[in-house]
C-alpha cells in the first residue's frame, strides 16, 4: 500500500529551465509534507516543508505547491542548475508524529 | 556541531546471522528513527526512539529491534537475518517536536548472502 506515490521515475531538465517534480498522496491524515533530496552515498537532506493549512511554500530557488482537494503536491525549482541532479523525495507525516512515509524517489538530472 | 554518524558503512552476512548497526545522533537531538531503504525505493519506517522508549513503529517483524541510550545514540538489531533484509539503513535524529525535521546519516549498507 503505497501512501505516497511518485510516479515519475526520472526526469530531465535544461540548465536554467524549471524541474517540476509530482507527488500524489492517499492518507487523508497526513498534515505535514516534505522534500528531501538524496545524492549517491549519502543519507537523504531536508529540503523543504509544507503544513496542510497552507498551499504555498517558498525557499529561495525552491517552491512547494499543496493541493489537498486532489492529494498531490509538487516541487517546483527555477532556475535549475547541474548541482540540483540527485533523487528528490517526497515524504508526509501526520498529527505531528515524526514517522515519515517516503515516496519511491525521482531522479533529476539537469543538462548543462 | 556534528552531524548524524553511522557505523559500519558496508557489512556482509550470511543468512540466519545477527547484525547490530549504530547512529550517533546529532547534537541536541533526543529523538531517533530507524529506516531500511531497498534498492529502487524509498526509505521505509522501522521505528522510533524518544529519551530511550519506543515511541512508534512500521510494519516490521520483531526480530528487528532496537535500543537508544542515554546520550541518545542508537542501535537497530536485527536476528535471523533473510535474503530480504539486503539493504541500506539510515538512521535520523530529530529535536523531538511536532514537525521537527529529520537529519539523516549516511547510512549503513548491508548485504545478506
Known amino acids: 500500500d503505497q501512501q505516497v506515490k511518485q510516479n515519475s521515475p526520472s526526469l530531465s531538465v535544461q540548465e536554467g529551465r524549471i524541474s517540476i517534480l509530482n507527488c500524489d498522496y492517499t492518507?487523508?491524515?497526513?498534515?505535514?509534507f516534505l522534500w528531501y533530496k538524496k545524492y549517491p552515498a549519502e543519507g537523504p537532506t531536508f529540503l523543504i516543508s509544507?503544513?496542510?493549512?497552507?498551499d504555498k511554500n517558498e525557499d529561495g530557488r525552491f517552491t512547494v505547491f499543496l493541493n489537498k482537494s486532489a492529494k498531490h503536491l509538487s516541487l517546483h525549482i527555477v532556475p535549475s542548475q547541474p548541482g540540483d541532479s540527485a533523487v528528490y523525495f517526497c515524504?508526509?507525516?501526520?498529527?505531528?508524529?515524526?514517522?515519515?512515509?517516503f515516496g519511491t524517489g525521482t531522479k533529476l538530472q539537469v543538462i548543462p | 556541531e556534528t552531524g548524524v554518524t553511522q557505523s559500519p558503512t558496508h557489512l556482509i552476512k550470511t543468512r540466519g546471522q545477527q547484525v547490530t548497526l549504530r547512529c550517533s545522533s546529532q547534537?541536541?537531538?533526543?529523538?531517533v528513527s530507524w529506516y531500511q531503504q531497498a534498492l529502487g525505493q524509498g526509505p521505509q519506517f522501522i521505528f522510533q526512539?524518544?529519551?530511550?522508549?519506543?515511541?512508534g513503529r512500521g510494519n516490521f517483524p520483531p526480530r528487528f529491534s532496537g535500543l537508544q541510550f542515554p546520550n541518545y545514540s542508537s542501535e537497530l538489531n536485527v536476528n535471523a537475518l533473510e535474503l530480504d533484509d539486503s539493504a541500506l539503513y539510515l538512521c535520523?535524529?530529530?529535536?523531538?517536536?511536532?514537525?521537527?525535521?529529520?537529519?539523516f546519516g549516511p547510512g549503513t549498507r548491508l548485504l545478506v548472502l
Open positions: 535520523a535524529s530529530s529535536g523531538g517536536g511536532a514537525g521537527e525535521t529529520q537529519y
Open positions: 492518507n487523508s491524515m497526513f498534515d505535514y
Open positions: 509544507i503544513s496542510s493549512i497552507k
Open positions: 515524504a508526509a507525516s501526520a498529527g505531528g508524529y515524526q514517522k515519515v512515509t
Open positions: 547534537s541536541g537531538h533526543n529523538t
Open positions: 526512539y524518544y529519551r530511550e522508549e519506543e515511541n
